[in-house]
């Protein structure tokens, strides 16, 4: 079971980015994915995540209105879409997976420890 994050880079203040994140198994595209990150000396926080059926998404309050959360289901693919970007966006941003038939697993969550599969994570750089 993989998930690999792609997308990040150096960017300026007001531009946007497109994070992407393949999971490399069918089995993922009924469950919840979540967008994580993480700066330096910082704990990994939550970014925004999404429901195993598409529909419902949820969102930190310093990403809300900025980005968007997404999935591609014949992809196997889920999204962030990332605007207006500032200096402090400035992380590691990993994506996660919950479990296939863990309890509420397609449910999505914000709690970090209800995910099982990890990416590798991509560096998204906001310069000022």
């Known amino acids: 079971v993989q998930l690999q994050a792609s997308g990040g880079g150096l960017v300026q203040a007001g531009d946007s980015l497109r994070l992407s994140c393949a999971a490399s198994e069918r089995t993922f595209r009924s469950v919840a994915m979540g967008w994580f990150r993480q700066a330096p000396g910082k704990e990994r926080e939550f970014v925004g995540s999404?429901?195993?059926?598409?529909?419902?998404?949820n969102y930190a309050d310093s990403v809300q209105s900025r980005f968007t959360i997404s999935r591609d289901k014949t992809k196997n693919t889920v999204y962030l879409q990332m605007n207006s970007l500032k200096p402090e966006d400035t992380a590691v941003y990993f994506c996660?997976?919950?479990?296939?038939?863990?309890?509420?697993?397609?449910?999505?969550?914000?709690?970090?420890?209800?995910?099982?599969?990890w990416g590798q994570g991509t560096q998204v750089t906001v310069s000022s």
């Open positions: 999404i429901h195993g059926n598409g529909v419902q998404r």
């Open positions: 996660a997976a919950r479990g296939p038939g863990t309890s509420g697993y397609y449910y999505p969550t914000s709690a970090l420890d209800s995910y099982t599969y």
